[in-house]
C-alpha cells in the first residue's frame, strides 16, 4: 500500500512551476509503486481559506467562494496536460472536510490540548502565521522579505509545546520519518529551543472566510489546523475503508518553505488525536530564476501550462525530474529544457530508438528476430542492463530521480556505441552473418523494451509509444517484466515518428523565392566548397561525434547532421549517398570547425565534415581510437 499526497496548494494565486514540480514527483512516484504492484493512492488538492483569499478576491471584485472555485478550477484543469493522474482531489470548502475540521477540533479541545489565551507576536501574511525572532531576517520574514506586522489578540492555541519531547524521540527513533536528511537535522535543531503552542484561530472581526470553531463561533479555523486534515478527511476518516487501509503508508511530499507545519504542527496534531503519524515526509528544494526562488509573491513564476505548449508534457516531467537532485535548489531556464530535449530526448534516446527500428524494418523483415549465441560484448550490454534495473529502484525509492534517469541515459549511451560497433548494416550485407544480426537486434531491441519499462512512470505517454512500436500490448509490471529474455522472436514491430523532435530555437522563416532562384539555389548548394591554401592552413580541425542525423528534402545527396565538437553544432554534409543517417549516427569524424556558415538547400551548415573518396566510394574520415569529442586535429 502507497499513500502519497503534495500539499494542498494555496489558490491566492494561479498554479506555477513549483506546484507542478510537487505534483509531477507524486505523480511519477504514484506510478512507480504502481509500476511496483502496489495499490496506490494519490491525493492533491487546494487549500482555500485564509486572509489572502479574501484580499485576493476582493483585488477581482468577486465573494471568496466565486474566486476559490475559479482558481481551484485553474489547478485541477492544469493536470492533465501533464500526464499528472491523481485518484483525488481535495477542496478545503469541500463539505466532508469541514465536517471533519471540527470533529477534530472538538476532540482536541475536549481533552483540553486548546485553550484560550491572549497573543501578541510578528504576523507574515504571507505565510499567515506568527514568526518568532529567530525566524527572522534582519528583521523580514526569509520567504517573503517583508517585514510582518505586529498583532496582539486574543485567540484559541494548541497545546503544542506538550508533545515536543514526543516528536524529538519519534524522530531520532525513525531516520527516514524526514528526508533528505538535511531536513530532519533541521528540524531537530530547531528542537532544540523549547516549542512554542500554536495559535489555531482567528476572529471573526478579522476573518469570516474560514471553518468556524465548534465551541466559540466567533472565531474560524487558523489556516494551517484546517489545510493539515485534508490528508486524513480525504480518506474518509475516521471510519472511512480508505483510512483504515491506506493511513499507516502514508507519505507527503512538500517544499522546504512549509518544512515546519509538516514536521512539527502535524505531528503533533496527530499525536493529540491518537492517530499514527505519517510515514514519511519528502521534502524538496526551489526552482531558482535566476537567483531568486519562484514564487507567485515575488512575481517571478513560469507557467505549467506553457510550458506544455512549447515543449510538450513528457519533455517538461524529464526536465523537472532530471535537473533537481531532491532536496536541494535547481535553476530553470528556457535554455536547460531545450538542450535536454535536444541532447537526451532527441539524440540519445530518440534516435537509439529510431534507427533501431529502422534497420530491423530494412534488414529484419519488420520481426523482432531470435537470438544466437551472445558474444562478449552482447553480455556487456545486457549486464549493463540488469544493473541498471537494481540501480534504476534503489534510487526511485530513495526519490533519487535524478539518478534513477542518469543510470537509464548510460544505458542508452552503451547501446548506441554497441550499434556503432557492431554496424548491423555492414553486418546485413554478409549472408554468412545473419545469425549475428538477428542477435545484435534482439539484443538492442530487449535492450528498448526494458528502458521503455523504467521510463513509464517519468515519461509515460512516450513510454507507451515505445512499447506498442515494440509490439508489445501487455500492462507495464516492473515485477514480472523486469526480466531479461521476454521479447519474443517474431514479435512484429510498428515503428512510430520520431518520439522528440529537435527544437531549433534560431530558425527563423525565410522568403518564398522564384522557382528559378530555387533551383539556382539548389545548384549552388550542392557544389564543392573550394578553400585556397592559405585559408585551409587556418582551418581549426577537431573531432566530432555525429548526434543526429537526417536527410534534407529535394536533395540526393545531402545529410543535415547534428554533431559534438564539444558543443552541439549543425553541419551539411554530401554522404547521404554512401551513408545512410541511422550508419552515421554515432560515428566520429574529422570536422573544419571554424569555416563561415554557408546555408546549403536552406539548413545552415557550420563547418564541414572531411572525407575521402575512393574507388567511387566516400569513406568518412576519423582517428583510430576513440576520442573526446572537440579534440583538435594536430
Not at 72 to 93: C, G, H, K, Q, V
Not at 149 to 158: A, D, T
Not at 433 to 445: E, G, H, I, P, Q
Not at 456 to 464: A, F, L, R
Request: net charge neutral; glycine share 6%; aromatic share 10%.
Amino acid at each position: 500500500m502507497t499513500y502519497i499526497t503534495t500539499p494542498i496548494f494555496y489558490v491566492n494565486a494561479q498554479p506555477h512551476l513549483g506546484h507542478a514540480y510537487s505534483t509531477i514527483v507524486a505523480d511519477t512516484y504514484s506510478r512507480y509503486r504502481r509500476l511496483c504492484g502496489d495499490e496506490v493512492r494519490f491525493q492533491t488538492g487546494t487549500d482555500e481559506h485564509g486572509d489572502k483569499i479574501v484580499q485576493a478576491a476582493e483585488k477581482t471584485d468577486v465573494s471568496p467562494k466565486e474566486y476559490v472555485d475559479q482558481i481551484s478550477r485553474m489547478f485541477r484543469e492544469a493536470w492533465p496536460p501533464l500526464s499528472i493522474e491523481p485518484d483525488n482531489f481535495i477542496r478545503t470548502t469541500d463539505a466532508d472536510h469541514m465536517k471533519t475540521v471540527q470533529q477534530i477540533l472538538q476532540k482536541v479541545y475536549d481533552q483540553d490540548d486548546i485553550y484560550f489565551s491572549e497573543y501578541s507576536g510578528h504576523y507574515c501574511k504571507g505565510c499567515e502565521r506568527f514568526l518568532t525572532e529567530k525566524e527572522l531576517v534582519d528583521g523580514k520574514c526569509p520567504d517573503h522579505l517583508t517585514a510582518p506586522e505586529v498583532i496582539s489578540e486574543q485567540n484559541y492555541f494548541f497545546r503544542m509545546s506538550k508533545y515536543q519531547q514526543w516528536l524529538i524521540d519519534h524522530i531520532k527513533e525513525n531516520p527516514e520519518f524526514i528526508t533528505p536528511e538535511r531536513y530532519r537535522n533541521e528540524v531537530l535543531s530547531f528542537l532544540k529551543e523549547p516549542l512554542e503552542d500554536l495559535c489555531i484561530s482567528r476572529p471573526t472581526s478579522r476573518l469570516t472566510w474560514g471553518i468556524p470553531l465548534p465551541f466559540d463561533d466567533r472565531f474560524v479555523t487558523y489556516v494551517w489546523f484546517d489545510a493539515l486534515i485534508n490528508y486524513l478527511s480525504g480518506l474518509g476518516y475516521p471510519d472511512g475503508e480508505n483510512y483504515s487501509r491506506f493511513w499507516k503508508d502514508a507519505e507527503h511530499i512538500i517544499a522546504k518553505d512549509i518544512l515546519k507545519p509538516h514536521a512539527i504542527y502535524w505531528p503533533t496534531m496527530l499525536r493529540s488525536m491518537g492517530v499514527a503519524p505519517y510515514k514519511k515526509l519528502h521534502v524538496h528544494g526551489y526552482w531558482n530564476v535566476g537567483e531568486t526562488k519562484m514564487s507567485k509573491s515575488l512575481g517571478n513564476v513560469v507557467r505549467p501550462t506553457e510550458m506544455v505548449e512549447e515543449y510538450g508534457a513528457d519533455t517538461v516531467r524529464y526536465f523537472l525530474l532530471r535537473d533537481m537532485s531532491f532536496g536541494l535548489d535547481s535553476g530553470f531556464s528556457s535554455e536547460s529544457v531545450v538542450s535536454r530535449q535536444n541532447s537526451d530526448l532527441a539524440n540519445d534516446l530518440g534516435n537509439l530508438f529510431s534507427r533501431s527500428l529502422t534497420m530491423v524494418m530494412k534488414f529484419a523483415k519488420g520481426k523482432v528476430p531470435g537470438a544466437a549465441e551472445p558474444e562478449q560484448i552482447d553480455q556487456e550490454l545486457k549486464g549493463a542492463v540488469i544493473a541498471m534495473l537494481a540501480e534504476y529502484r534503489q534510487e526511485m525509492d530513495n526519490f533519487s530521480f535524478n539518478k534513477a534517469l542518469s543510470a537509464i541515459w548510460k544505458v542508452i549511451s552503451l547501446a548506441n556505441k554497441y550499434i556503432v560497433e557492431n554496424a548491423p548494416w555492414e553486418l546485413a550485407k554478409d549472408t554468412e552473418k545473419t545469425d549475428r544480426l538477428s542477435t545484435v537486434f534482439y539484443y538492442l531491441l530487449e535492450t528498448l523494451r526494458l528502458i521503455s519499462l523504467t521510463l513509464q512512470p517519468v515519461i509515460p505517454t512516450t513510454s507507451e509509444k515505445m512499447r506498442l512500436a515494440l509490439g508489445i500490448d501487455q500492462k507495464p509490471d516492473l515485477t514480472d517484466q523486469a526480466t531479461w529474455g521476454l521479447l519474443e522472436s517474431g514479435t512484429v514491430i510498428h515503428p512510430p515518428k520520431a518520439l522528440f523532435p529537435r527544437i531549433d530555437k534560431g530558425k527563423k522563416k525565410t522568403k518564398e523565392q522564384h522557382p528559378t532562384q530555387k533551383k539556382k539555389k539548389q545548384k549552388e548548394a550542392e557544389d564543392d566548397n573550394l578553400l585556397s591554401f592559405d585559408e585551409f592552413k587556418k582551418v581549426d580541425l577537431r573531432v566530432a561525434e555525429i548526434v543526429a542525423a537526417e536527410k534534407i528534402k529535394k536533395s540526393d545527396r545531402l545529410l543535415k547532421l547534428t554533431v559534438k565538437a564539444p558543443e552541439e553544432r549543425t553541419i551539411v554534409a554530401g554522404i547521404a549517398e554512401f551513408y545512410s543517417p541511422e550508419e552515421a549516427v554515432g560515428k566520429q569524424v574529422i570536422i573544419a570547425a571554424n569555416l563561415k556558415p554557408a546555408k546549403l538547400m536552406g539548413v545552415t551548415s557550420h563547418g564541414m565534415v572531411l572525407a575521402v573518396k575512393d574507388k567511387g566510394k566516400l569513406h568518412l574520415s576519423a582517428v583510430s581510437d576513440v576520442v573526446t569529442p572537440g579534440s583538435k586535429v594536430s
